[in-house]
C-alpha cells in the first residue's frame, strides 16, 4: 500500500519584472510529477541539481505551497488541509535538511532543539522531555553532555545526528532526507547512512532520499526516480535502474558514477549542451536538446511516464516493451 501519493504535482514561481519588462515568466521547478511512495520503503530520487528535487519535497510537507496537483499522505489530500491540521499532520512527516548547521537554530541549545518539537505538539514536558530527548541523543550516537551545548560545538557529522534525532523526536513515520549526507566527509557519509538505515528498520521508518549522488542512492534504496528539469523521466526499483536504466538522460547519469574496478576501464557519456532553463523549457520532451537518439516526434510531443510494470519510462523511443535499447556514443575517460 502507498503511503505517500503524489499526483500531477507543479511548482511554479512567478518572476517579478519590471512595468515596462514585457509579460510576466515563471520558474517551471516542478511540472507535473506524479509518484508513489510505499511504507517502509526508500526511495531514492535523482537527478542533476537544479532540477527540482529539493523543491518537490519542500512542496510534499507544505514547507513551499504547492501550485497545482495532490499529495496524499495514508489515505489524506494534504493539499486541502487548513493550518491547524497541517500542523498535526507534521508529527507523521519530517525533514532531514542538506545543510546540518543552517538548519539548526545557533541560538538554542540542542536539547531546545530536540525536544521543541516534543514541546509543540504537546508530547512530553518537564523531566519526561529531557529523558525523552537523552534518549534521542544516544539513539543517534551522541552523549548525555551534548544536551546543553550549541550547534556551533560540533562537527557537521555531529549536527546531521543532531538533525536526525530532531525528525525521530515527534515519531514521524515518513522521512523526506534531502541531501543530507552531501556536506559531510566520505568517512562520515557512511556513518550517517548506516544509522538512517539502522533506524528504519527499528522504527519502521518510510525515506524519500533526495540525492545527486547515485554512489549513495543506490547503497540506500529500495527504489529509484531519475528526475529531469522538473519532471520524473524514468522510475524502477533501484537494482533495475542500475542495471538496465532505459532512458538515455539515465544512462547519462550512471556512466559519471566512478568504477571501484581499476582493471574497468571507464567510459563516460557526454551531453551536448547546457540543461535548458525552466522559465522556457524546450516542447515536446525536456530532454530532447540533449540527446544523441532525438528524433521529431521527441521536439513536437511530450511522452509520458509509461509503466510496465514496475518500471516506468517517459521517451517515445526506449524503456519496457519498445524496440529501441539504449546504447550511447560514449567517450573515454
Known amino acids: 500500500m502507498a503511503l505517500l501519493e503524489i499526483r500531477?504535482?507543479?511548482?511554479?514561481?512567478?518572476?517579478?519584472?519590471?512595468?515596462?519588462?514585457?509579460?510576466?515568466?515563471?520558474?517551471?521547478?516542478v511540472d507535473g510529477v506524479s509518484l508513489h511512495v510505499e511504507e517502509g520503503e526508500t526511495l531514492g530520487l535523482v537527478g542533476e541539481s537544479g532540477c527540482g528535487k529539493s523543491t518537490l519535497g519542500r512542496c510534499i510537507i507544505r514547507l513551499i505551497e504547492p501550485t497545482s496537483g495532490n499529495i496524499v499522505y495514508d489515505g489524506a489530500d494534504i493539499t486541502q488541509m487548513a493550518a491547524p491540521e497541517m500542523r498535526t499532520m507534521r508529527r507523521k512527516m519530517q525533514m532531514i535538511f542538506q545543510d546540518p548547521y543552517a538548519s539548526l537554530n545557533p541560538r538554542m541549545r540542542v536539547g531546545d532543539i530536540i525536544g521543541e518539537g516534543l514541546k509543540i505538539h504537546d508530547i512530553a514536558k518537564g523531566t519526561e522531555l529531557k529523558a525523552r530527548v537523552l534518549e534521542l541523543l544516544n539513539r543517534v550516537g551522541l552523549r548525555d553532555e551534548h544536551f546543553g551545548r550549541y550547534p556551533h560545538e560540533f562537527s557537521g557529522g555531529q549536527r546531521q545526528r543532531i538533525g536526525v534525532a530532531r525528525a525521530l523526536a515527534v515519531d514521524a513515520k515518513f522521512i523526506i532526507a534531502d541531501e543530507a549526507v552531501s556536506a559531510l566527509d566520505v568517512s562520515i557519509q557512511a556513518q550517517v547512512l548506516n544509522l538512517i538505515q539502522d533506524l528504519q528498520a527499528e522504527f519502521g521508518l518510510t525515506y524519500l532520499f533526495i540525492s545527486h549522488d547515485l554512489r549513495v542512492v543506490e547503497h540506500v534504496s529500495d527504489r529509484v526516480a531519475v528526475m529531469y528539469l522538473g519532471k520524473i523521466v524514468e522510475v524502477a526499483p533501484a537494482r533495475r535502474i542500475y542495471d538496465d536504466g532505459q532512458h538515455p538522460y539515465t544512462r547519462a547519469l550512471l556512466s559519471a558514477v566512478p568504477v571501484a574496478d581499476p582493471s574497468r576501464k571507464s567510459e563516460r557519456i557526454i551531453l551536448q549542451g547546457d540543461v535548458p532553463s525552466p522559465i522556457d523549457p524546450p516542447s515536446g520532451c525536456s530532454f530532447h536538446p540533449r540527446c544523441p537518439f532525438a528524433e521529431k516526434i521527441c521536439s513536437e510531443e511530450e511522452p509520458a511516464l509509461?509503466?510496465?510494470?514496475?518500471?516506468?519510462?517517459?521517451?517515445?523511443?526506449?524503456?519496457?516493451?519498445?524496440?529501441?535499447?539504449?546504447?550511447?556514443?560514449?567517450?573515454?575517460e
Open 8 to 29: 500531477g504535482l507543479t511548482k511554479h514561481f512567478p518572476l517579478r519584472k519590471g512595468i515596462l519588462s514585457g509579460a510576466p515568466e515563471t520558474v517551471k521547478a
Open 306 to 332: 509509461t509503466f510496465d510494470g514496475d518500471h516506468g519510462v517517459a521517451c517515445h523511443l526506449f524503456g519496457p516493451g519498445k524496440t529501441g535499447a539504449v546504447s550511447m556514443p560514449a567517450q573515454p
